[in-house]
């Protein structure tokens, strides 16, 4: 059964909501005009003439100019059917490790690896948000660096071609008299039963970097965190001038202290190693180029992890607004990631 809000919730229900690309044409064209069709040349609000064998295209009655439902989404000029548009959404945001473009041409039965890397790509591009929220405020954020690429050996010591990648995520308290029983193993137990910890990974927001000098560092911080929050990192001096900027900061020096370094950063850490556990297992690594398309999808997996039926339909509400990479532009290196620099990460979602 579907839940409330018309999200499917199970493969079944998937199939039975979605049967068509006559079904998907209209899940679509209802995130395209919530208030009813409107022509985008005369702005005519009849309803529009429709054809059986293009769910795809519908004719304004007034001006008889016929709009696509795809045009200007992430599904551009797309030969595959909305359907297998909408099984990729799917599988990409409710499968939990994520899904291969090995993998992906797989289970949609595509012929061309191409086309399902391509696929990928463009729903990577629909999950950014470009007036996302800062995170932090009462919450304090944990922000740290890290280096994620292949082995490089035999170039001497600090030579590497890694990438630098900073990440900052919220660290929030439970609530008072929350359920905090788990069926997992932890060191704290009541009557028996293991715990969850009183304090919890909240919003993410991961970013390649060129370096971690100060500039760097403090720009992503400004760029990504709210000011006035507690922000808690290690005692590199490039987080130095974050107090002087409106950013409360505790600064300490871990010396590759596990203990200090689970006292002081535990999420952040946690992150970075589920991160780089997710691209070399599922996606046996990635170039330079693509990583941020990559943290983008782990950090809208990661922020949406309690909502994962939500996620696929966010995917397509973010995507109707989205200009998604070309098949050049992917492959020649000149596409940048809209979560990039440029425009500061990732996607969120209000925790309940």
Known sequence: MADPRGFPTSLPEFQRVFPSDAACATYLESLRWPDGFACHKCGELKEPYRFTARPGVLRCRGCRVDVSLTAGTVMHSTHTPLSTWFWAAYLVTTQTPGQSAMQFQRQLGLTRYETAYQILH??????????????????????DETLIGGRTRGEGRGV???????????????????????????????????????????????????????????????????????????????????????????????????????????MIHLIFSNLKTWILGTHHGTSQQHLQAYLTEFTFRFNRRFYPMTAFNSVLGLAVRTVPPTYEGLYSGTWEHPGGPERSPQIEMPFA
């Open 122 to 143: 463009k729903l990577r591009a629909g999950m950014v948000r470009p007036d996302r929220d800062t995170i932090g405020g009462e919450h304090a954020v944990e922000v």
């Open 160 to 266: 590497h071609h890694k990438t630098y990648v900073l990440g900052a995520v919220e660290v929030r308290q439970r609530k008072e008299g929350e359920d905090r029983s788990s069926a997992g193993s932890r060191d704290d137990h009541s009557n028996g039963k293991p715990l969850k910890l009183r304090t919890y990974a909240g919003r993410l927001r991961l970013q390649v970097v060129k370096d971690r000098k100060a500039p760097t560092c403090e720009g992503f911080v400004r760029d990504n965190v709210t000011r006035g929050t507690l922000i808690r990192t290690d005692g590199w001096q490039g987080y130095d001038g974050l107090t002087a900027g409106g950013w409360p900061h505790h600064g300490l020096t871990l010396d590759g202290d596990p203990k200090l370094a689970q006292a002081h950063l535990p």
